[in-house]
């Protein structure tokens, strides 16, 4: 079973940063895609950055820019770097891992970002 633990989440001022980490445990199907994904307070959940372990990337318009996502497969773990914070940033986020050609798809328990004066 694989488990996924995020951490880094926290409260920052608009214009500040944060870093967000994922890592996985157990065994880890290739090929995969691990992501970030947000949901703030009544809205639907976003898919807000993706990096395959090829190191294809994919980000959402709203981030481009402003979020950097990175990945050590050696050490199953995804990064996300986060700059130029906006309020609208404010979410819950949550770190996926799934695959094109078999149907998995975990989720982490999520971490809190909030982005406040």
């Known amino acids: 079973q694989v488990q996924l633990v995020e951490s880094g989440g926290g409260l920052v001022q608009p214009g500040g940063s944060l870093r967000l980490s994922c890592a996985a445990s157990?065994?880890?199907?290739?090929?995969?895609?691990m992501g970030w994904y947000r949901q703030a307070p009544g809205k639907q959940r976003e898919l807000v950055a993706t990096?395959?372990?090829?190191?294809?990337?994919n980000y959402a318009d709203s981030v481009k820019g402003r979020f950097t996502i990175s990945r050590d497969n050696a050490k199953k773990t995804v990064w996300l770097q986060m700059n130029s914070l906006k309020t609208e940033d404010t979410a819950d986020y949550y770190c996926?891992?799934?695959?094109?050609?078999?149907?998995?798809?975990?989720w982490g328990q999520g971490t809190q970002v909030t982005v406040s004066s």
């Open positions: 996926r891992l799934n695959s094109d050609l078999v149907p998995i798809d975990y």
């Open positions: 157990g065994n880890i199907f290739t090929p995969n895609r």
């Open positions: 990096i395959t372990n090829f190191g294809s990337i």
